[in-house]
């Protein structure tokens, strides 16, 4: 089952400008991560944030989480060309494994 | 290795083979995944390891799947008489345990014709 839902599906954008994707989850989660795809093939961690956390940063992503509205958002800043990608979230409901959404489909225009 | 190994990378099998996908995870790696994805669907969990034991394997979606991992490093999934619908990207991913970020491998593409 998948429990992570990203929105928008595609999102399409001038390079230079920020890209923002949501994803929204059901129920109650330990982490949420956040992972880019490259042409369908393997998928690269880009950050976890925990649910006691609200935002965190790494180079020009941005993460937030508010779990009151079970939702989380990844903003991506003076977006490249090689940033164009599949972003998927993946939510934990319980044990070990991971649940991914259907992801946002990224492209960045030169 | 540096990297999560995946081998084939490719596969073409006919309806009603047998197929065997090879997961060669990062060294010291206790936690191993299987994920399988669909075209413009997001990986959805198989199996879980822990060691040599699955500890979750809720995500096999029948008993024509299998998977072992028998001395707690490589890992095999098995598919017998493979479906046209088994056709998809199959990943493996570790992780030094724990809640932290997997590490992927580049997956095999299987296709049953």
């Known amino acids: 089952s998948q429990q992570g839902e990203e929105d928008p599906q595609a999102l399409s954008i001038q390079e230079g400008e920020n890209a923002t994707m949501n994803c929204s989850y059901k129920t109650s989660i330990n982490n949420l991560q956040w992972y880019r795809q490259n042409s369908g093939r393997g998928l690269v961690h880009l950050i976890l944030?925990?649910?006691?956390?609200r935002e965190k940063h790494s180079g020009r992503l941005r993460v937030t989480l508010d779990t009151s509205k079970k939702s989380s958002s990844l903003l991506i800043t003076a977006s490249r060309a090689a940033d164009t990608a599949s972003y998927f979230c993946a939510t934990d409901e319980s044990g070990n494994q991971f649940y991914f959404g259907t992801g946002t489909s990224l492209t960045v225009i030169p | 290795g540096a990297g999560v190994s995946q081998t084939p990378s490719n596969k073409v099998t006919e309806k009603g083979k047998y197929v065997e996908l090879r997961c060669d995870p990062i060294?010291?790696?206790?936690?191993l995944y299987w994920y399988r994805q669909s075209l413009g669907q997001g990986p959805e969990f198989l199996i879980y390891?822990?060691?040599?034991?699955?500890?979750?394997d809720s995500g096999l979606p029948n008993d024509r799947f299998f998977a072992v991992r028998p001395e707690g490093s490589v890992s095999t999934l098995k598919i017998q008489r493979t479906e046209r619908g088994d056709s998809a990207v199959y990943l493996c991913?570790?992780?030094?345990?724990?809640?932290?970020?997997?590490?992927f491998g580049s997956g095999t593409r299987l296709t049953v014709v």
């Open positions: 390891f822990q060691g040599t034991g699955a500890a979750d």
């Open positions: 060294s010291g790696h206790t936690a």
């Open positions: 991913a570790s992780s030094p345990g724990g809640r932290v970020g997997y590490t």
């Open positions: 944030i925990r649910s006691n956390e």
